[in-house]
């Protein structure tokens, strides 16, 4: 044994110096010019949303606006057209919340299509949501069911299909509402203004909040990073150049602007972004509303919560592929705003974002405390990267005592989201994979509800751990691995890294035993 320990160290001592000290030195010196690009982003996004509270006018204020109402001589015809489409795939627990609240806006019904775009593979959900449709139409709602022959194209061809009736021609705007959104009465009263008094805007976007952010650890980490995603980059995005991603629901679209873009695009599984950047370089404006807000559902199981950023990551970077050269070739748009769309939007913070966390502080630096020759300046390991963590929590300031865990957790996430950047990027395999996020709607606080007044059976089955479901190599792989780097720091070491190294891998241990999330029985 002390003959073959002395073997490797020979060996290891041979490529170190000319093979891994080069190499490594390189990844963190790439590594440092990543965070640095993430550090100045976050840096500008915080200095113009600090702007923007103390200087910035109102949307209101900023944008033409004024109530529409009711003529005394013509009656509704002052308000538009709109027409409301809920897109749906074997939604059993939240249909009826979502059409419920699409029927109720305060509009004037005669002004009001809704349209749900059913593509449910279940028959029996078939048959309900129809149902509930038929309820609705009976009150003198104008509310179409709409199926499709096949699933051509997922949310985008459901989305583009219901845009081609007939009783879609009067429509001027097109909102969207997923199946768990939830809008207020007055959405619309609040929101079609900005368009119809002013005619160069093409999108009002409004803020997602969340009815179960309370629900487990899990949803509380999501809470935060979509507040930081509302509360910063939509809103700088929106009041410096009028342009930002549509998050695919929760928004009113001028009909005009969608056509003039070239309809919906089933290209990547963000259908959303891809239309938004096609109608920014159209000329077309978009405006965020931070103050008009719609509730809607986080993910509650680790596993919709997997396949939903898989697509978030997979597709941004697979569109930024495809339209790139579209994109420098522009001629309707300024030089500035290309920049923009290319490097901040795409580049830093859809791509960058994801890399830098998971090359940086799950590879590269644990892999230096084997190697003391490469040196990491702590700037770069520890300062900027507490900046930018202390940017990104402002948007939800109740969770900051989470902020640790957050890190923790993010750091465990990235090895996902980097993995689908590259399948993104390469256009590989799962580069189309779509898995519609699962929705619980009340289920899991009614099934709570239920087990409190059950009482308990002694000869009840034992609970059975499923292997497929709850076991991830991938994040186990890496415990053992970090595992590995902070004993041998905590020995020899002088970092002292092993602290921080020791908790992140007890993250990726409850990550990869499928701790996360609720657990609903099947």
Request: aromatic content about 14%.
């Amino acid at each position: 044994m002390a003959d073959l320990r002395m073997q490797f160290g020979i060996q290891w001592d041979l490529i170190k110096t000319p093979l891994i000290v080069p190499l490594l030195q390189l990844a963190v010196y790439i590594c440092l010019a990543m965070t640095l690009m993430l550090f100045i982003e976050r840096l500008y996004m915080g200095v113009v949303i600090i702007l923007i509270k103390l200087f910035w006018k109102k949307p209101e204020q900023r944008y033409k606006w004024q109530p529409i109402h009711e003529d005394t001589e013509s009656g509704n015809s002052s308000f538009p057209m709109v027409l409301i489409q809920i897109p749906m795939f074997n939604e059993k627990e939240v249909y009826k919340i979502s059409i419920g609240a699409a029927c109720n806006l305060s509009w004037p019904a005669d002004r009001l299509v809704i349209q749900v775009l059913d593509d449910s593979t279940d028959l029996n959900i078939k048959d309900l949501i129809e149902k509930e449709c038929r309820r609705w139409a009976n009150k003198g709602v104008k509310i179409w069911y709409q199926i499709r022959e096949s699933r051509g194209g997922y949310k985008a061809g459901a989305l583009k299909e219901g845009l081609t009736h007939d009783y879609v021609k009067n429509c001027k705007y097109v909102t969207i509402f997923d199946a768990d959104f939830r809008p207020e009465p007055d959405f619309l009263r609040r929101a079609i203004p900005f368009l119809e008094f002013n005619p160069k805007i093409a999108l009002v976007q409004a803020r997602w909040r969340f009815v179960n952010s309370d629900e487990c650890l899990l949803t509380r980490m999501q809470e935060m990073s979509l507040d930081y995603h509302f509360t910063v980059e939509q809103e700088v995005g929106s009041a410096t150049h009028a342009f930002f991603g549509f998050n695919g629901t929760g928004g009113v679209w001028r009909i005009a602007a969608i056509n003039e873009a070239g309809g919906w695009k089933d290209r990547t599984t963000v259908e959303d972004m891809d239309l938004a950047v096609r109608a920014g370089l159209k000329g077309w404006k978009f405006l965020y509303l931070g103050d008009l807000q719609v509730n809607s559902e986080l993910p509650s199981t680790f596993k919709a919560f997997r396949f939903q950023q898989h697509r978030w990551s997979c597709g941004p970077a697979n569109l930024f592929r495809k339209m790139v050269l579209e994109i420098i070739r522009n001629k309707k748009v300024t030089l500035w705003k290309k920049v923009y769309v290319i490097y901040s939007f795409f580049f830093v913070r859809k791509i960058i974002a994801h890399m830098v966390t998971f090359f940086f502080f799950c590879i590269v630096l644990p892999v230096t405390i084997l190697v003391p020759e490469v040196k990491v300046p702590t700037w770069g390991a520890i300062y900027i990267p507490c900046i930018i963590t202390t940017l990104n929590s402002v948007g939800t300031p109740r969770s900051i005592h989470l902020l640790f865990y957050w890190i923790l957790f993010e750091n465990v996430m990235s090895l996902h989201r980097t993995k689908a950047t590259f399948i993104g990027l390469l256009d590989a395999k799962r580069s189309n994979e779509w898995v519609v996020t699962e929705k619980l709607g009340d289920s899991v606080k009614n099934k709570k509800s239920n087990l409190k007044q059950i009482k308990p059976d002694p000869i009840s089955k034992p609970f059975k751990f499923n292997l497929s479901t709850r076991i991830h190599l991938t994040e186990l792989g890496f415990a053992v691995f970090l595992f590995f780097i902070g004993c041998y720091d905590f020995m020899y070491g002088n970092h002292r890294y092993f602290v921080y190294i020791f908790l992140q891998v007890v993250t990726f241990l409850i990550v990869g035993f499928g701790y996360v999330g609720t657990v609903v029985p099947s």
